[in-house]
């Protein structure tokens, strides 16, 4: 997830500091990924250093407000432009757990699996429990919540189908019963 792309969008509406940026990610995002402050500012100092937001000043409460500038804007149509690539994907924590526990005798896959698929079932049912009570009080700026919701449920469901063939793959490695 690109977070200085993310600012970058978000600043092109109206100039903004850290915290409201931040805030604004969150509330478009259904707070799916929650984002650090201090990254936040990471991130501010890196764009105004590559010269893409500019520093105007501070707000009455002292906040360093931040804008886009032309070329800020100019890198945040490109982002918007360009297809997300997946010729490098990124790296799956559970997909790399159960190749490793594959070669190690002393793990059991089995187990491992069948509390992995616990705990993804349980969050598939939160997030479609949250994405119901969204769609149960549908507001038009509710559609970017429900789309990344859609994308966890989907993303979700996914990694329980991969671990059913998982699953089924080890009861193969076992041989007939």
């Known amino acids: 997830m690109s977070i200085r792309h993310s ?28 984002l650090n402050i201090g990254q936040v500012y990471t991130t501010l100092d890196r764009l105004e250093r590559d010269g893409l937001v500019e520093r105007n000043g501070a707000d009455a409460e002292g ?30 924590e559970l997909a ?5 526990a594959l070669t190690l005798p002393a793990v059991d896959v089995g187990a491992l699996i069948q509390a992995q698929r616990a705990v993804s079932i349980r969050t598939l049912q939160e997030y ?25 449920i989907f993303q979700t469901e996914a990694e329980v ?3 059913d063939l998982c699953e089924a793959r080890l009861m193969q490695l076992a041989g007939p019963a």
């Open 161 to 163: 189908r991969w671990l």
């Open 96 to 100: 790399i757990k159960l190749a490793l």
């Open 128 to 152: 479609t429990r949250t994405r119901r009570e969204a769609v149960a009080h549908l507001r038009a700026a509710d559609t970017a919540r429900l789309l990344v919701l859609d994308s966890l």
């Open 7 to 34: 600012l970058l969008a978000l600043l092109q509406e109206r100039p903004r500091y850290g915290y409201q940026l931040r805030t604004e990610f969150e509330d478009r995002t259904g707070s799916s990924w929650p």
């Open 63 to 92: 906040h360093i407000v931040y804008s886009v500038t032309d070329a800020g804007r100019a890198e945040a149509r490109e982002w918007f432009a360009a297809p997300v690539s997946r010729t490098s994907p990124p790296r799956n």
